[in-house]
């Protein structure tokens, strides 16, 4: 005689036809990813390889993505640091940098996720089956070199110093000091580069990772608390600064191209 035991191990788990039990608009959110991160890559791409209206002599105003300026084909004042990579159509002027903070941003705890979900459809949201057939994580090529996030974090922060030295050299007008709406775009650009920067998660790591008492550390652990409280909201500045530097780009393009004039406060 079967028991009800025996007959619920034997059965099927749930006889349900349908994919997910989701009746809420779970598509949005990958859907809106998807056309966010394009639209921002499409322009971001055009922009690097337009190698023009990315420097204003009058007020030093560089914009991030031509930053640093290392292309024999720069301005010279704009090559803060040296011209020494060739001048060509398909080598960035700054292509010292762009690999690295597109690998920095490509590794990110944050963006895995968005693009995992959104473009590799895996899964493309809680509680919805994934879109392929077998799951093999991050443990073959390429995706195993997202373990490489912590070292592009290194290079990362030390490409925020270059665009924090920008915007103090963007303290310019040609009487000597300025100060401008330009300036007001760079500096908020890099403060929230910099809340995007310090709350990655490998930042966090750095500050209070491998400590077994933080009573031992006090300043370790205000540094771990203050990228934490930043770390929380992740997510958030990710999709700011996506948004920063693009506006700031198209204000320092719309000023060197002589589309807008630059509103001066001062100088």
Known sequence: MTTTEDSAVSSPRAAITARNLRIDDWRRGPILTVLGITVW???ATFRVFYQGD???ADYHY???FYSPCVSEGCVPESAHFGRFL???PLIPYAALSLPFLLAFRLTCYYYRKAYYRSFWLSPPACAVPDGHPRYTGETRFPLILQNFHRYFFYLAFAISLVNTWDAVLAMHSPDGFGLGLGNVVLWANVVLLWCYTLGCHSCRHVMGGRLRHFSKHPVRYRLWTFSSALNARHMMWAWITLASL???DLYVMAVAAGWITDLRFVG
């Open 62 to 64: 560089l914009t991030p």
């Open 86 to 88: 060739p001048d060509h």
């Open 246 to 248: 693009a506006l700031t």
């Open 54 to 56: 990315y420097w204003v």
């Open 41 to 43: 890559v499409a322009y």
